[in-house]
C-alpha cells in the first residue's frame, strides 16, 4: 500500500494553495512544506493575507511572498502547485478548483493531498492532458492489503511511534527533527511518513487515513519494514490522538502495526480542547499511562518523552511550559524546533539502539 512520488518535488518552483487561511493550523501542509522546503517556494497563494511575507505571517519562510491571486502567482514562474490546506473531510472547494485549474491550464504540475482526488474530476484532467501538466493525488493509495501480524519491524531496525494529545500537534515535525537528531550522530535513522504532507516530503509513505480501517495495521507494518531495511531505528509519524472521538482509530492502527519499542508523545502548549471540538483533553499524564497500557498486552513500550509545541508562546513562557511539563510528568521535555532534541535523545537511545 505503499505510495511514491512520480515525479521528484524536491528542488522545483513551488506554490502553495493556503485557501486563505495561511497558518501552521488551518493550512499545515503549506506551512510544514514551507519550514523544510523554504527555498523551493516561489509564493503562497493566500488572499486574506496578501502583500505580506511568510515571515510576518507564520514567523518563518523569510521573504517568501503571500500573493492575493492566482495570477499573481502564475508570474512567478512555479513548475509544481501543492494544495496547502487540509479542510475537514477534505473536500475540493469551487475557490481551490479554480485556482487548480488555472494551474493546470498554464502546464504547473498539481500535488493534492485531499480525499477529494483531483484526477478523478474530467474536466481537469483534461486541462492536464492538453498543457502536458501532471496530477499527483497523495492519498490515492493501493488496495493491496494485508491485517497486520503483530510482528512490527522485522529488518533489526527498533522503532519509535510519535504519537500525539490531540491531531496537528506537530507529530510529523517532531518524527523529522528527531531522525535528524540520530543521524547527526552518525545513527542511521529514518522517519516513515503517514500522512499526506509527510508523503510530500519524504517522497513515499502510506496515508493511512485512505487505507480501509481492518488494514491501517497491515499498511503501517509494510511501511516500517520498507524504511527498516538498511536502518537503525525509524520514527514512526502518528496520525491522531488515542483519545480523539474522530482519529481513535487511526492512531491505534498505526500503534499496532508499528508495534514501537518506545513513543514519544507530542503535545500543544496551553492546548485544553480538541481541534474543532468542545471536549476537553485528559491530562498529559493520563495520555501516557493509557499509551503504554495499550501497548502492554504486545510489548513493554513506554513513553519515554515530551515533545511539546510551544509556537503560540515567547521564550520565556515556553521554556516555563516545557519545564512544567517534565516536573509534572517526570518525563524529558522539550520543544524539538526552539531547544532541540537533546534533552530527549538519551531517552529515546537507551529505550532503543544504546546510549551513543
Avoid at 505503499?2 to 518535488?9: G, M, V
Avoid at 492519498?139 to 522485522?154: D, E, L, M, P
Avoid at 499498511?219 to 488515542?242: C, K, M, P, R, Y
Avoid at 491505534?252 to 496551553?270: Q, R
Amino acid at each position: 500500500m505503499l505510495t511514491s512520488a512520480p515525479f521528484e518535488l524536491r528542488g522545483r518552483r513551488t506554490l502553495l494553495l493556503a485557501g486563505d487561511a495561511f497558518s501552521t493550523t488551518e493550512a499545515k501542509t503549506a506551512a510544514c512544506y514551507l519550514m523544510y522546503r523554504t527555498r523551493d517556494v516561489v509564493c503562497v497563494l493566500d488572499a486574506k493575507h496578501a502583500n505580506q511575507t511568510c515571515d510576518k505571517v507564520v514567523g518563518y519562510g523569510g521573504r517568501v511572498p503571500v500573493v492575493g491571486t492566482i495570477d499573481d502567482a502564475l508570474r512567478l514562474h512555479p513548475q509544481q502547485a501543492i494544495v496547502g490546506t487540509a479542510p475537514m473531510g477534505g473536500a475540493l472547494e469551487e475557490g481551490l478548483r479554480g485556482q487548480i485549474a488555472a494551474c493546470l491550464v498554464a502546464g504547473v504540475d498539481v500535488v493534492s493531498g485531499l480525499h477529494t482526488f483531483v484526477a478523478d474530476d474530467g474536466e481537469l484532467t483534461a486541462m492536464a492532458e492538453k498543457s502536458g501538466a501532471q496530477i499527483w493525488d497523495v492519498r490515492r493509495v493501493s488496495q493491496n492489503a494485508h491485517v497486520s501480524t503483530g510482528v512490527g519491524c522485522t529488518t533489526g531496525a527498533k522503532t519509535v511511534a510519535v504519537v500525539g494529545t490531540d491531531c496537528n500537534v506537530g507529530k510529523m515535525t517532531v518524527a523529522v527533527e528527531l531522525a535528524g537528531a540520530f543521524s547527526a550522530r552518525g545513527v542511521r535513522a529514518v522517519w516513515a511518513a503517514t500522512g499526506q504532507t509527510g508523503i510530500m516530503l519524504r517522497g513515499r509513505g502510506v496515508c493511512v487515513d485512505r487505507v480501509i480501517s481492518d488494514f491501517i495495521g497491515g499498511a503501517t507494518e509494510e511501511l516500517v519494514n520498507v524504511e527498516g531495511a538498511g536502518s537503525d531505528i525509524v520514527f514512526v509519524e502518528g496520525q491522531g490522538s488515542i483519545t480523539h472521538p474522530g482519529y481513535a482509530g487511526v492512531t491505534l492502527g498505526i500503534l499496532y502495526g508499528a508495534m514501537p519499542d518506545c513513543m514519544v508523545l507530542a503535545h500543544v502548549a496551553g492546548r485544553a480542547h480538541y481541534k474543532r471540538l468542545d471536549l476537553v483533553i485528559p491530562p498529559v499524564t493520563d495520555i501516557v499511562r493509557l499509551h503504554e497500557q495499550l501497548m502492554a498486552p504486545h510489548k513493554p513500550s513506554r513513553v519515554v518523552a515530551l515533545a511539546v509545541n510551544t509556537s503560540a508562546l515567547a521564550d520565556a513562557p515556553a521554556r516555563r511550559e516545557v519545564d512544567r511539563l517534565q516536573e509534572q510528568t517526570g518525563l524529558p521535555t522539550t520543544d524539538v524546533i526552539r531547544f532541540g532534541c537533546a534533552a530527549i535523545y538519551d531517552a529515546i537511545a537507551a529505550a532503543t539502539i544504546g546510549n551513543r
